[in-house]
């Protein structure tokens, strides 16, 4: 087998203009046509998302002469037969400032592979190289921020290209070229070991007086505790089969929030409010948030990046993947995230217990929950979970947070049925074992949906098959109140307030109040209102489009009240009669059994 590899060039040629310049060098291109394509989705975020779209220009050459591309379907393209070197360059618009493609402006670029490195059918596992050249004079105090290993013939590399990171790098195969996104500008950087393992913090956009070393001192803590859980012997970082380091790649902005995990690293969006600045004694509210979100990020090193469902060993990048185990994945790992900043004493018990609490109330919100099962949510993901509307909450439920409670489920019934010599923890070891540990050395072979219920008696002698048919296949809710009684804790349920309520949620759109949902059998559905109606006066009263409104005019009167609503539904003016409700205790609160209620 030939193993010339593919050569990447990545240059950010018009910053003003959010453009990248790729060029893509195949040695022996398939002769009867070479085949390439750009991923249609990217690992991660389970969307067809159709990145090829972003191509302003696309042109190849076969040696000197030009040839033609032609396109095939929404993201491939076949050049014309060529015998000698094809170069095929494109001109790249990057200007989405998510987790998910690329963003280019004067202050920092960001790419992700799927947006950018086209792949060459046939040619996938070929070693890629890639040299990624600096922008023009104007930003020429960037370096390159990537956990990507560089190139291993470095001999005619100036040492300065290597110190800024402007320079070649080397992956295996296509898949490792898409998975470590690449940021290069001049972020707040700092650097740390965990476990004796290199890992990198960069922080992009303005966030004056940033508290890096409390940062750094938190991430540590929350890396050391998870390669400790993981490889309690070893204590090896998992990431160190494909990369000499990690790094948390965090974009912050004024409000937003989200991650995408990859095998070595992890791209981030943050509030700036949410991050700690020094000087400041307690850090914010949201810092908690922060630290979950790179726990839940750091946790997919090994969960999903390595242990994976069969479905992603592969990844196909041209069509949906499907796997009814999205729960486990994402599920087991918003179980784990919170968890795991408990045990690295980030949080306390009480903080933590509250985390639990308000993710119990989040899942039973819901009636949706009672329609669709967490292996359906996971395999409608493409179609459902990522695609909401205002009907969701009555439709669908979410494979993160159920899939959380029944991670904590299967924890208390493991824990309960074995005296508590066994825990999920055990089921995460032996699936690192067995699926993660060697999956890019070559296993890559992924969990079915039969292997699960065996590993975990495997692994603790405890049989969760009817638990995993009834919460998961099912849509049963799990039994929480007995099973956490087992473990000492209390469960109850409050109302949120004494205000009467319609049982419906509100959005501020221009200077309006818009019904942004109506749950399914409360007050407002029952009245009438739907979704989309705009409120304009509640017994003759302006309803005004600020916070709290609805529940400020509501909080006057009495459940079992009758109140006469008028809205716009399109232009149309209408009147409805809504009999107001008592709140639904639907605030979880977990005690100590015996600890005094104090919450
Ligand atoms: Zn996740």
């Not at 059918?121 to 922008?135: A, F, K, M, R, T």
């Not at 001049?186 to 070991?193: E, G």
């Not at 940033?210 to 001192?217: E, G, P, S, V, Y």
């Amino acid at each position: 087998m030939n193993q010339k590899p593919i050569l990447y060039n990545l240059e950010p040629i018009d910053l003003a203009g959010h453009r990248f310049k790729v060029t893509m060098t195949i040695t022996d291109p398939d002769p009867r046509g070479q085949r390439v394509a750009l991923p249609a989705w990217i690992p991660g975020s389970y969307l067809i998302r159709d990145f090829a779209r972003q191509i302003e220009t696309i042109e190849a050459r076969c040696g000197r002469k030009p040839v033609l591309l032609k396109k095939l379907d929404n993201h491939t393209w076949r050049a014309d037969p060529c015998q000698s070197t094809l170069v095929i360059t494109t001109i790249v618009y990057a200007w989405d400032l998510s987790v998910r493609s690329a963003h280019l402006d004067e202050s920092h670029g960001f790419v992700n592979g799927t947006s950018v490195f086209l792949r060459a059918i046939g040619q996938e596992n070929q070693p890629c190289l890639l040299d990624v050249s600096p922008p023009s004079a104007q930003a020429k105090d960037w370096k390159v921020y990537t956990s990507m290993p560089l190139a291993k013939a470095r001999k005619s590399i100036k040492t300065s290209a290597i110190r800024s990171g402007f320079t070649r790098y080397e992956v295996a195969n296509y898949d490792a070229l898409v998975d470590h996104p690449i940021e290069m500008g001049s972020p707040l950087a700092a650097r740390f070991k965990a476990c004796g393992a290199e890992h990198e913090l960069i922080f992009t956009g303005l966030i004056p007086n940033l508290d890096l070393q409390r940062i750094t001192t938190d991430v540590r803590k929350i890396c050391e505790a998870q390669i400790r859980f993981f490889d309690p012997y070893d204590q090896r970082a998992p990431f160190l089969d494909s990369a000499t380091k990690y790094v948390f790649m965090t974009m912050v902005v004024g409000d937003g929030y989200g991650g995408l995990e990859h095998r070595a690293s992890t791209a981030l969006i943050a509030s700036r409010k949410d991050l700690p600045t020094i000087g400041q004694s307690k850090a914010p509210a949201g810092y908690e948030t922060f630290l979950g979100l790179i726990s839940h990020e750091y946790f997919h090193t090994w969960h999903v990046k390595r242990i994976k469902p069969s479905a992603f060993a592969p990844y196909d990048l041209s069509r949906e993947n499907h796997t009814r185990l999205l729960w486990i994945f994402e599920g087991f790992t918003s179980y784990y995230d919170d968890l795991m900043l408990l045990r690295s004493n980030v949080i306390t018990k009480d903080a933590y217990l509250k985390l639990l609490a308000k993710q119990i109330s989040t899942v039973w919100a819901n009636t949706g929950r009672h329609k669709q099962s967490v292996a359906e949510s996971s395999f409608d993901a493409w179609t459902r979970y990522y695609k909401q509307d205002e009907n969701s909450p009555n439709a669908i439920v979410s494979y993160y947070t159920k899939g959380a409670i029944i991670a904590l489920g299967l924890d208390l019934t493991i824990r309960n049925q074995s005296d508590n010599k066994h825990s999920l923890d055990d089921v995460m070891r032996l699936l690192w074992k067995r699926y993660g540990l060697d999956f890019y050395r070559g296993a890559q072979t992924g969990i079915t949906e039969n292997s699960f219920i065996k590993i975990v008696r495997e692994a603790t002698g405890v049989d969760v098959g009817d638990e995993v048919s009834r919460w998961a296949y099912g849509t049963d809710d799990v039994e929480l109140k007995e099973l956490l009684a087992t473990q000492g804790i209390d469960l109850d349920w409050r109302e949120p307030s004494q205000t009467p309520t319609m049982g419906v949620r509100t959005r501020k759109q221009a200077d309006q109040l818009v019904l942004a949902n109506v749950y399914e059998g409360q007050a407002a559905h029952k009245g009438g209102l739907s979704a989309q109606d705009v409120f304009v006066a509640i017994d003759g009263l302006r309803v005004e489009a600020t916070p709290g409104a609805l529940e400020n005019i509501l909080s006057g009167y009495k459940s079992g009240d009758q109140v006469e609503v008028h809205v716009f539904r399109r232009d149309e003016l209408r009147a409805f009669y809504i009999t107001l409700e008592k709140p639904m205790p639907s605030d979880c609160v977990l005690t100590i059994a015996g600890a005094q209620n104090n919450a």
